[in-house]
C-alpha cells in the first residue's frame, strides 16, 4: 500500500492533467465531428463518440496497469518487446486487409489494431536500451550504426510491406534523439538541404536545379582555388553526390511513390489544381477552419461538419473540426496545450538520472512533436496528406492506446527517478 501511495506521490500530475484534459476535448470533437441529429447521447456506443469513450477507459485501465509494473522490468525486457514487435509487422500484412492501400490492420473479431503504433513505444524502448549502456559514447558515425538498424526496421517493414508511409516517417523522429546525444547538428542542416533539392527537382525538373547548383559549385570552387587541393576535391566530392542525389529525387518521385502519393505531392506545390481529388480533403478543411474565424460557429453548430464535407473528419482532420466551432481562440489554446505538453514531456526528459530513462523520454517527446507538426501542417495545407492521428485527439483505438502507452511508460521511469533521490 505504501509502495502504491508513493507512486501516487511522486506522478507528475502536470504532465496527467495536460493528457485528460486533450483527451477529454478529443472526445468532445469526435462527438462534434460524427454528430447528427438523431444522436441524442455522446454515450451513444453504436456512434464513434461512443466508441472512443471505451477506449479512453481501456488507456486509462492500461496506464493504471503500466504504473503497477517495476520500472526495471521496460529496460530488461525492451529487446525482447522489440523481437516480438519486429515478428509482429512482419506478420501483419499476411493477415491484414487492403485498407486504403495499406496492410497494416489486423482484424480481432470486433476490433481492428495497428500494430505500428505500437512499434513506436517498443523502438523507443530499445534504442534507449542499447544508447543507455554505461559503456556507449557517441564518438562518431560508426556509433550510430545499430541505433539505425533498430529504427530502420520497423520503418522499412511499415513503409514497404505494410504501405503505410505516414506511420513510417513519423520513426524519423528519433533523429532529433540522435542530435541531442550528440550527433553533428550539419545532419539536420543536411536533412534541411536534402529536402529543398528534392523539392527543387520535383517543382522545377533536375536540369534547372542541376544548373542552379552548378553556378553556386563553381562560386565556391573559384574562391577555394587557391585552398589546400584537400578542399578542392571535397568540394567536386560535394558537388558529384548532389548531381547523383538530385537524379535520386526523379527517380523516386518518378518510379518509387505511388500515383496517390505524387499527386498528393504536386497538389501541395502548385504543380497540380485537384480541388475534387486528391486536394479535395485540405481544400474543405481549410474552408472549415476559415469559416470558424475568431470565435468558432459553436459546439455541434458546424455546417461542414455536419454536412460531412471533410473526409475523416473525426480522425486524421479533426483539427478542423476544432477550427470550424471553436474557432481561432479553441485552436490556438489547443495548440498551446500540446505545446505546454511537449515541453513539459523535454523537461521530464531533462531530469532523469539515468541514460536509459532520458533518452527513452527525449523519444516520446519527439514522436509527440513530429505527429502535432504532420498532422495540424497537412491539415492547414502545409505539409502532404499523410494520414497520420493527433495523439489523444483523433478517434482510434490502436493510436489512443499506443500513445498512451509511450505516455504512462514515461510517467513511470519518471516517478521512480523521485524514489531513487530518496
Given at each position: 500500500?505504501?509502495?502504491?501511495?508513493?507512486?501516487?506521490?511522486?506522478?507528475?500530475?502536470?504532465?496527467?492533467?495536460?493528457?485528460?484534459?486533450?483527451?477529454?476535448?478529443?472526445?468532445?470533437?469526435?462527438?462534434?465531428?460524427?454528430?447528427?441529429?438523431?444522436?441524442?447521447?455522446?454515450?451513444?456506443?453504436?456512434?464513434?463518440?461512443?466508441?472512443?469513450?471505451?477506449?479512453?477507459?481501456?488507456?486509462?485501465?492500461?496506464?493504471?496497469?503500466?504504473?503497477?509494473?517495476?520500472?526495471?522490468?521496460?529496460?530488461?525486457?525492451?529487446?525482447?518487446?522489440?523481437?516480438?514487435?519486429?515478428?509482429?509487422?512482419?506478420?501483419?500484412?499476411?493477415?491484414?486487409?487492403?485498407?486504403?492501400?495499406?496492410?497494416?490492420?489486423?482484424?480481432?473479431?470486433?476490433?481492428?489494431?495497428?500494430?505500428?503504433?505500437?512499434?513506436?513505444?517498443?523502438?523507443?524502448?530499445?534504442?534507449?536500451?542499447?544508447?543507455?549502456?554505461?559503456?556507449?559514447?557517441?564518438?562518431?558515425?560508426?556509433?550510430?550504426?545499430?541505433?539505425?538498424?533498430?529504427?530502420?526496421?520497423?520503418?522499412?517493414?511499415?513503409?514497404?510491406?505494410?504501405?503505410?508511409?505516414?506511420?513510417?516517417?513519423?520513426?524519423?523522429?528519433?533523429?532529433?534523439?540522435?542530435?541531442?546525444?550528440?550527433?553533428?547538428?550539419?545532419?539536420?542542416?543536411?536533412?534541411?538541404?536534402?529536402?529543398?533539392?528534392?523539392?527543387?527537382?520535383?517543382?522545377?525538373?533536375?536540369?534547372?536545379?542541376?544548373?542552379?547548383?552548378?553556378?553556386?559549385?563553381?562560386?565556391?570552387?573559384?574562391?577555394?582555388?587557391?585552398?589546400?587541393?584537400?578542399?578542392?576535391?571535397?568540394?567536386?566530392?560535394?558537388?558529384?553526390?548532389?548531381?547523383?542525389?538530385?537524379?535520386?529525387?526523379?527517380v523516386v518521385f518518378t518510379k518509387v511513390l505511388q500515383p496517390h502519393q505524387r499527386v498528393r505531392i504536386e497538389v501541395l506545390?502548385?504543380?497540380?489544381?485537384?480541388?475534387?481529388?486528391?486536394?479535395?480533403?485540405?481544400?474543405?478543411?481549410?474552408?472549415?477552419?476559415?469559416?470558424?474565424?475568431?470565435?468558432?460557429?459553436?459546439?455541434?453548430?458546424?455546417?461542414?461538419?455536419?454536412?460531412?464535407?471533410?473526409?475523416?473528419?473525426?480522425?486524421?482532420?479533426?483539427?478542423?473540426?476544432?477550427?470550424?466551432?471553436?474557432?481561432?481562440?479553441?485552436?490556438?489554446?489547443?495548440?498551446?496545450?500540446?505545446?505546454?505538453?511537449?515541453?513539459?514531456?523535454?523537461?521530464?526528459?531533462?531530469?532523469?538520472?539515468?541514460?536509459?530513462?532520458?533518452?527513452?523520454?527525449?523519444?516520446?517527446?519527439?514522436?509527440?512533436?513530429?505527429?502535432?507538426?504532420?498532422?495540424?501542417?497537412?491539415?492547414?495545407?502545409?505539409?502532404?496528406?499523410?494520414?497520420?492521428?493527433?495523439?489523444?485527439?483523433?478517434?482510434?483505438?490502436?493510436?489512443?492506446?499506443?500513445?498512451?502507452?509511450?505516455?504512462?511508460?514515461?510517467?513511470?521511469?519518471?516517478?521512480?527517478?523521485?524514489?531513487?533521490?530518496?
Amino acid at each position: 500500500m505504501s509502495r502504491n501511495g508513493s507512486i501516487l506521490k511522486n506522478l507528475d500530475w502536470i504532465t496527467i492533467l495536460i493528457f485528460l484534459g486533450l483527451t477529454f476535448f478529443g472526445w468532445l470533437n469526435i462527438y462534434g465531428a460524427s454528430y447528427n441529429f438523431e444522436q441524442s447521447s455522446i454515450f451513444d456506443f453504436s456512434n464513434r463518440a461512443g466508441k472512443q469513450f471505451v477506449w479512453i477507459m481501456s488507456a486509462l485501465f492500461l496506464g493504471s496497469i503500466i504504473l503497477l509494473i517495476d520500472a526495471k522490468t521496460y529496460d530488461l525486457f525492451a529487446y525482447i518487446a522489440y523481437a516480438v514487435t519486429i515478428v509482429v509487422l512482419l506478420i501483419t500484412p499476411l493477415l491484414a486487409h487492403n485498407v486504403k492501400g495499406s496492410y497494416s490492420w489486423i482484424t480481432l473479431g470486433p476490433i481492428s489494431l495497428q500494430p505500428a503504433e505500437f512499434a513506436k513505444c517498443f523502438t523507443a524502448l530499445a534504442l534507449a536500451k542499447y544508447m543507455g549502456r554505461y559503456e556507449y559514447h557517441f564518438r562518431g558515425w560508426k556509433d550510430l550504426y545499430i541505433p539505425f538498424a533498430i529504427i530502420g526496421l520497423p520503418m522499412a517493414i511499415i513503409m514497404v510491406l505494410q504501405q503505410e508511409t505516414g506511420t513510417a516517417l513519423v520513426f524519423s523522429a528519433f533523429l532529433l534523439v540522435f542530435y541531442r546525444q550528440g550527433m553533428s547538428g550539419m545532419v539536420l542542416w543536411g536533412g534541411i538541404l536534402a529536402a529543398i533539392i528534392f523539392i527543387i527537382v520535383i517543382r522545377f525538373s533536375i536540369w534547372p536545379a542541376i544548373a542552379l547548383l552548378t553556378v553556386c559549385f563553381g562560386i565556391l570552387a573559384w574562391r577555394t582555388w587557391k585552398i589546400k587541393r584537400y578542399y578542392k576535391w571535397l568540394v567536386l566530392l560535394a558537388f558529384i553526390v548532389y548531381i547523383g542525389f538530385s537524379a535520386a529525387c526523379d527517380v523516386v518521385f518518378t518510379k518509387v511513390l505511388q500515383p496517390h502519393q505524387r499527386v498528393r505531392i504536386e497538389v501541395l506545390l502548385g504543380m497540380k489544381d485537384d480541388p475534387s481529388g486528391a486536394g479535395y480533403n485540405v481544400a474543405q478543411s481549410m474552408i472549415a477552419i476559415g469559416s470558424g474565424r475568431f470565435l468558432g460557429k459553436g459546439y455541434l453548430q458546424g455546417t461542414q461538419t455536419k454536412l460531412h464535407f471533410v473526409p475523416e473528419q473525426d480522425t486524421d482532420f479533426i483539427f478542423c473540426t476544432v477550427g470550424e466551432e471553436w474557432g481561432f481562440v479553441g485552436s490556438a489554446g489547443v495548440l498551446i496545450l500540446y505545446l505546454i505538453f511537449i515541453l513539459r514531456l523535454i523537461a521530464i526528459a531533462e531530469r532523469q538520472r539515468d541514460n536509459f530513462s532520458q533518452i527513452y523520454c527525449y523519444s516520446v517527446a519527439c514522436i509527440f512533436m513530429t505527429h502535432l507538426i504532420i498532422n495540424v501542417g497537412m491539415v492547414l495545407g502545409l505539409l502532404p496528406v499523410i494520414g497520420i492521428p493527433l495523439p489523444f485527439f483523433s478517434y482510434g483505438g490502436s493510436s489512443m492506446m499506443g500513445f498512451s502507452l509511450l505516455l504512462f511508460i514515461l510517467l513511470k521511469l519518471d516517478a521512480t527517478r523521485v524514489e531513487k533521490l530518496h
